[in-house]
């Protein structure tokens, strides 16, 4: 009987240069990978505390889940596109203040995540206030980008589009 039979496998391994990690490194691994997973998810919760209070006039929240660096970018479902914290703040602000109330909440969410950036995408649904106070049944499809900074998942990118939009335009269901 070889007793170095059951090893075989590794030295060839080893030999060729493929990295072996032990069940305690891979344990390790996924152990981060979860928290993470949770983290960006309940990033992705916020959100949605976020944009309610925006469509009840408080866009202060905003401030709290989103990353204030330069490069952060912000395209909203009314058509904005805005580069830099300074510009995506102001943008939301202004939303805030023609609210006129509004419930939406997520589903259909779908989360990916590699190292120190994530991508979260949902349908965003509910009902918005228009112009004239009147309720109506929305449903956008958003796209949101998170990097992690100082061990916080912080939003660095938006983008929404008013799925309503495109069912009318292409007819889509």
């Known amino acids: 009987m070889d007793l170095l039979k059951p090893y075989r496998f590794v030295f060839v391994l080893l030999v060729l240069g ?7 490194e891979t344990a390790a691994k996924q152990g981060v990978a979860m928290e993470d997973q949770k983290a960006v ?13 925006m469509l ?18 912000y395209l909203s479902a009314e058509g904005t596109y805005r580069i830099g914290w300074e510009a995506t ?9 023609k609210a006129k109330g509004g419930k939406l909440e997520g589903s259909d969410i779908h989360i990916v995540i590699g ?5 979260a995408q949902h349908y965003t649904k509910g009902s918005v206030a228009d112009a004239n106070g009147q309720m109506k049944e929305s449903t956008v499809r958003e796209t949101s980008v998170f990097r992690k900074e100082d ?8 983008h929404a589009d008013d ?8 007819g889509n269901e």
């Open 18 to 24: 493929v990295p072996v990690e032990s069940r305690a």
């Open 151 to 158: 061990g916080d998942w912080k939003m660095i990118s938006h």
């Open 89 to 97: 703040y102001a943008d939301w602000k202004l939303q805030a203040e």
């Open 163 to 170: 799925f309503t939009l495109w069912e009318k335009v292409v």
């Open 115 to 119: 190292g120190d950036m994530a991508t």
């Open 56 to 73: 009840n006039g408080d866009p202060a929240p905003f401030a709290a889940l989103y990353s204030h660096a330069d490069d952060v970018s």
């Open 41 to 53: 998810k309940a990033a992705v919760d916020q959100w949605f505390v976020v944009l309610n209070a």
